[in-house]
C-alpha cells in the first residue's frame, strides 16, 4: 500500500465512521486509537531501544 492509498483509506473510515457513530461513540472511538497508537509505538521504540537481556543499547547516532 502507498502513501496515497493509506491516506484514502483513513479518510474513507474517518467518514464512515463520523456518519454512523454518534458524536459521543466517534469521540471515544477517537481516544480509543489514538492511546492504542501511542501505545503500540511506544512497545516498539521501546523493543528498538532494548536488547535481548532487558538493557539498553548504546548507540550513538
Same mark, same amino acid.
Request: hydrophobic share 40%.
Given at each position: 500500500?502507498?502513501?496515497?492509498? %493509506?491516506?484514502?483509506? &483513513?479518510?474513507? %473510515?474517518?467518514?464512515?465512521?463520523?456518519?454512523?457513530?454518534?458524536?459521543?461513540?466517534? &469521540?471515544?472511538?477517537? &481516544?480509543?486509537?489514538?492511546? %492504542?497508537?501511542?501505545?503500540?509505538?511506544?512497545?516498539?521504540?521501546?523493543?528498538?531501544?532494548?536488547?535481548?537481556?532487558?538493557?539498553?543499547?548504546?548507540?550513538?547516532?
Amino acid at each position: 500500500m502507498n502513501p496515497c492509498e %493509506l491516506n484514502v483509506a &483513513i479518510a474513507a %473510515l474517518t467518514n464512515y465512521f463520523y456518519t454512523e457513530l454518534t458524536k459521543e461513540e466517534f &469521540i471515544c472511538l477517537s &481516544i480509543f486509537l489514538n492511546e %492504542l497508537s501511542k501505545s503500540m509505538f511506544t512497545t516498539s521504540l521501546f523493543q528498538d531501544l532494548c536488547n535481548k537481556e532487558g538493557k539498553f543499547n548504546n548507540h550513538s547516532k
